[in-house]
């Protein structure tokens, strides 16, 4: 709306006539300097101008009555104060409100209306193009997907089937244990003292060790051999491992209940040579299917 020379009055005149048609009521001093960028003494004059024509701004067509259309081949001459650039055309500057005019003050409460901007409706998201064969994560905003729930009873089915094993790995536990312990007490295992001269009181029965050897070799070897732990080769040699360590704990169960019913002590020197080896061969068993199930030269097959 601003120019780089002041507008004359005859010019602003029918600018702010059809301003106020559009508004449906005369606009105030100050909205027509901020509007038409000028100055306070323009202003004045362009609304004692339509005060003294009559212009009606909610008339039917919006224009001045008769005394306007009489008047209407007058020429305005401006003043020299209103041809000469002032600081409030040049940079759009307002002067304060403090000196309106009698019109002014009438329209002022009803200029301070004026019309709403345009609102922008909200847009509805627009469709994404999804290819064939991907899946579209997009979802309509004013639908809503049910909540997921879980299956009724899952975890605690899951529960009862771990719940089965707890006996079953009780009663096997403590046959296991017994026979071992039995069979190392016979076969030279027993009281130790592991801390000679540094803690003398410390005894330790050697016998467990034979069960906590085999049978903890023996359920890590299945598992890596059941779970496809590891490459191929710690594979086999795990399930190979696995078996024979099933099968000398169950021999080992025989032997000593064999001796034990047969009312033997000491366990002849052939089977206490062979249990006295158990613990070295354990870890040397324990050791090698590490370092297969470590090793990255072979890749597992599935």
């Known amino acids: 709306m601003s120019s ?29 300097k901020q509007r038409f960028r000028i100055g306070a003494d323009k202003a004045n004059a362009v609304l004692a101008v339509l005060s003294e ?23 305005l001459v401006p003043s020299p104060a209103d041809t000469e650039p002032t600081a409030d055309a040049g940079h759009g500057e307002t002067e304060p409100d403090s000196d309106l005019s009698p019109v002014a003050a009438e329209t002022e409460p009803a200029a301070s209306a004026e019309p709403d901007p345009v609102t922008d ?12 064969g991907q899946v579209s994560d997009a979802t309509d905003p004013g639908v809503t997907s049910p909540p997921t729930t879980a299956r009724p009873g899952g975890k605690g089915r899951k529960w009862l089937r771990q719940l089965a094993l707890l ?27 592991p801390l000679p001269g540094i803690a003398d ?7 467990i060790t034979l069960p906590l050897g085999v049978e903890a070799y023996a359920a890590y070897a299945m598992r ?25 704990g169950g021999l080992g169960q025989v032997t000593y209940h064999l001796m034990s019913a047969s009312g033997i002590t000491q366990a002849p020197w052939e089977i206490t040579t062979f249990v006295a ?21 072979e890749t597992t097959q599935q």
Not at 235 to 243: G, H, L
């Open 4 to 32: 780089a020379f002041p507008r004359p009055v005859d010019e602003l005149v029918p600018a702010v006539q059809k301003w106020a048609t559009e508004l449906g009521q005369l606009p105030s001093r100050n909205k027509i």
């Open 53 to 75: 024509t009559g212009f009606d701004p909610t008339g039917p067509t919006g224009h001045a009555g008769p005394a306007a259309t009489a008047g209407a081949g007058l020429h």
């Open 121 to 132: 409706t909200p847009s509805t998201p627009e469709a994404v193009p999804v290819a064939d």
């Open 167 to 193: 006996p079953m790995a009780l009663s096997a536990f403590v046959a296991i244990w017994g026979g071992w312990v039995g069979l190392g007490e016979m076969t030279g295992f027993g009281i130790i003292h």
């Open 201 to 207: 009181s410390v005894q330790l029965n050697s016998a």
């Open 224 to 248: 890596v051999w059941l779970a496809r732990i590891g490459s191929k080769r710690a594979q086999k040699f795990a399930r190979a491992s696995a078996i024979g360590s099933l099968v000398l």
């Open 277 to 297: 080896c158990l613990p070295v061969v354990v870890l040397g068993f324990g050791a090698a299917l590490a370092h297969l199930q470590h090793d990255t030269t």
